[in-house]
């Protein structure tokens, strides 16, 4: 079972930046779409942007110009660089893997962002 460890997370002031990395335990396919989703409290977890093996993006309006989702196949790793981040990003941030032939899908366990002055 692959596993995926997400790091990156921390607290950053309004208008700051950061990155979140990913790392797959198995290697990355092109049967895979990777991704990273972000969850508060009581909301339903929502998609930030997702990359296929090709390197095809897809964002959230929220993050469209902001954020940019990145993928290393020979690290196994995906990326999501944020910039110009507000408060209303402060969430956990999940990877996702999603087979695309199956729809099985297989999260990490999650990095807080807080955005906060």
């Known amino acids: 079972q692959v596993q995926l460890v997400e790091s990156g997370g921390g607290l950053v002031q309004p208008g700051g930046s950061l990155r979140l990395s990913c790392a797959a335990s198995q290697s990355i396919f092109s049967i895979y779409t990777m991704g990273w989703y972000r969850q508060t409290p009581g909301k339903q977890r929502e998609l930030v942007a997702d990359?296929?093996?090709?390197?095809?993006?897809n964002y959230a309006d929220s993050v469209k110009g902001r954020f940019t989702i990145s993928i290393d196949n020979a690290k196994n790793t995906v990326y999501l660089q944020m910039n110009n981040l507000k408060p209303e990003d402060t969430a956990v941030y999940y990877c996702n893997r999603r087979n695309l032939q199956s729809d099985i899908n297989v999260w990490g366990k999650g990095t807080l962002v807080t955005v906060s002055s």
């Open positions: 990359i296929t093996y090709g390197g095809w993006t």
